[in-house]
């Protein structure tokens, strides 16, 4: 998008970023992002500038959290609050996407957790996978479903655009609402905090960084795999 923009032959001093502002403010068919999708472009171009030691928190600077926190309200929950659903994509899925499916719904995986993961990662009894984007250590029960013959590697090279016109293919195919691939992971977090499970379990299932004390002198997470079997028993109903 930046390319796109300026072109790729301008020298840096003559940039000016307010404009690149209002041209990241919309999509390819032209019309206004979403406050979301707008504050994370602004975040990747600031991370672009910032390597070329240019400082453009001021022009590049995200929407405001009211605006965030509106644009979430006005979009409503997004999760499968019906188990039955999630059972119905794995049931027509297939392949790569089925196996994706079940680590986005026993494992709160996301599409780069997806694209990433490793045969490695995964023993008789878990998947262990540090998230790609933050390296934060995380831990999950490997579901019996998620059989040997569904690990990586995959057929395909899942990036996030892939992923997701697939998922909205198997929504269809299912008759399920699509509610994003991501949103499998949202259902996990929004699950598991309903159970009987303690919230430093649900932050190593999610990967979620904790700078708490009582993380940093914790050795070891116990209770994964009961968390597991709580998910599971939600998704067979």
């Known amino acids: 998008a930046i390319a796109n923009h300026f072109g790729t032959k301008r020298p840096l001093e003559t940039l000016r970023l307010s404009s690149l502002r209002t041209s990241l403010a919309k999509g390819k068919n032209g019309k206004q992002l979403g406050p979301k999708t707008f504050s994370r472009r602004l975040t990747i171009a ?3 500038f910032r390597f070329r030691g240019i400082d453009a928190k001021q022009e590049l600077k995200p929407p ?3 605006a965030l926190r509106q644009a979430q309200w006005e979009a409503g929950e ?3 609050s019906n188990p039955a659903d999630v059972r119905k994509l794995v049931k027509v899925a297939e ?3 089925k196996a994706l ?3 986005g719904i026993s494992a709160a995986f996301g599409p780069a957790d997806c694209r990433d993961v490793p045969r490695s990662a995964f023993t008789d009894e878990f998947v262990r996978f540090p998230r790609p984007r933050t390296a934060v250590e995380r831990t999950a029960w490997r579901w019996p479903e998620m059989t040997d013959d569904l690990l990586p590697p995959w057929r395909e090279n899942w990036d996030r655009f892939k992923l997701a016109r697939a998922f909205t293919e198997l929504c269809k195919a299912a008759g399920v609402t699509n509610h994003g691939f991501y949103s499998l992971r949202r259902t996990v977090k929004t699950v598991l905090s309903a159970g009987p499970v303690s919230q430093h379990v649900i932050n190593r299932i999610m990967g979620h960084d904790d700078k708490s004390m009582a993380a940093i002198y914790r050795q070891r997470t116990h209770g994964i ?3 597991g ?4 028993g939600w998704y067979l109903g």
Do not use: C, I, M, N
Not at 229 to 232: C, D, K, Q
């Open 64 to 66: 405001p959290q009211k």
């Open 78 to 80: 997004k999760w499968f």
């Open 95 to 97: 392949g790569d996407t």
């Open 225 to 227: 795999k009961a968390a």
């Open 101 to 103: 499916v079940l680590l």
């Open 46 to 48: 600031r991370s672009v």
């Open 229 to 232: 079997e709580w998910l599971r």
